[in-house]
């Protein structure tokens, strides 16, 4: 008997994007709207900030991970690894050590969101300039510096943790995890706008990125200042990753975990649907998951616990299938 071997035609990438927005609304709607008990006009106002938080954590994360992994050619490596994280959680370690945590507790969260980010902008933009003005460009050796710090910053936040007061340690477990249910709304409508005009940049080059994706000498041929592309975008990767950090906290595997489902699911390399698709799907996670968490298994569960968990576990794959790439 003859078969049909003819493959079932794959649904555009625009369809794609329609279907990952309509799920991304239904499970918004689901967020704002269940269980409000009659109180809508009360609760839904209170979720809405979480909402904005959440949506635009996911967004931003998204989008400087697709856009680190653009520049890198590899989509393994995630801005994580440049040590923001790991200097977020030394910038609170510090504080606890030397002052209190009552020093954090009664500190405007204004003026801590602008020292953390500010903090954090100029270590990326310092080791940019200093890596990048010697005339010679190696991204790599930006990486392995990146990574170099990233392990200081984590050693001397450990040793300093096992010096600090039991008490003061516990205050500062909450500090280390990404959260989600008291954010200041002050600061939301700050980063709002820090992402929005960050997303315009990008949108206005959308092309362009699909020109660095070819590599450094394809898209030198093609007319695209490599150099200079490159850095342009370290530099919107290292504000992204800052005030999304300062907001909520580390989130270290998160931009992984999106990033390879926004790949996946775009069914095409342009950036033009790759970066809203992992958007999409980062608010879907975020969205979803506080969703859950809160409303289906009604559990205290941080939702940032849960993410580095399936985050971790989508990194050990991601190596796995690498390595029996390379091997085969």
């Known amino acids: 008997m003859l078969t049909d071997t003819r493959r079932a035609p794959r649904l555009a990438p625009a369809h794609r ?21 009659g109180y809508a006009d009360f609760v839904v106002p209170l979720r809405i900030r979480r909402l904005v938080a959440l949506v635009l954590v996911g967004w931003a994360i998204a989008m400087s991970t697709v856009l680190f992994q653009t520049i890198t050619g590899n989509r393994i490596l995630t801005p994580a690894l440049m040590g ?16 209190s945590a009552s020093l954090i507790n009664q500190t405007d969260s204004r003026v801590q969101f602008v020292v953390e980010t500010l903090l954090m902008l100029v270590f990326a933009l310092t080791l940019f300039r200093w890596l990048f003005s010697s005339g010679r460009y190696e991204l790599h050796v930006l990486i392995l510096v990146g990574l170099v710090f990233a392990t200081l910053f984590r050693s001397i936040s450990a040793f300093l943790q096992r010096l600090i007061d039991p008490s003061e340690f516990q205050s500062l477990q909450n500090l280390m995890f990404a959260s989600f249910t008291t954010v200041d709304e002050d600061l939301v409508w700050v980063t ?9 940049l990008v949108v206005r080059r959308l092309r362009v990125y699909d ?6 000498g394809p898209a030198t041929t093609l007319g695209v200042d490599h150099r200079r592309e490159t850095s342009r975008v370290l530099a919107l990767v290292a504000v992204l990753v800052s005030v999304s950090t300062a907001l909520v906290g580390p989130i270290t595997f998160f931009g992984l975990l999106v990033a390879h489902l926004g790949y996946q699911l775009a069914g095409t390399h342009r950036h033009a649907v790759v970066l809203p698709m992992a958007g999409l799907s980062a608010v879907i996670c975020l969205v979803g998951g506080q969703f859950v968490l809160e409303r289906l298994l009604e559990v205290t569960t941080t939702l940032s616990v849960v993410i580095e968990l399936v985050g971790g576990l989508t990194f050990i794959a991601l190596l796995i299938r690498r390595a029996r790439r390379n091997l085969a």
């Open 17 to 37: 994007l329609t279907i990952a927005a309509a799920i991304a609304v239904a499970v918004i709607a689901g967020f704002l709207l269940a269980d409000t008990h």
């Open 84 to 99: 923001f994280d790991a200097l977020y959680v030394l910038i609170q370690t510090v504080v606890v050590f030397v002052f």
């Open 192 to 200: 709002a706008a820090v992402v929005a005009v960050a997303t315009v």
């Open 211 to 216: 020109v660095l994706a070819l590599g450094s």
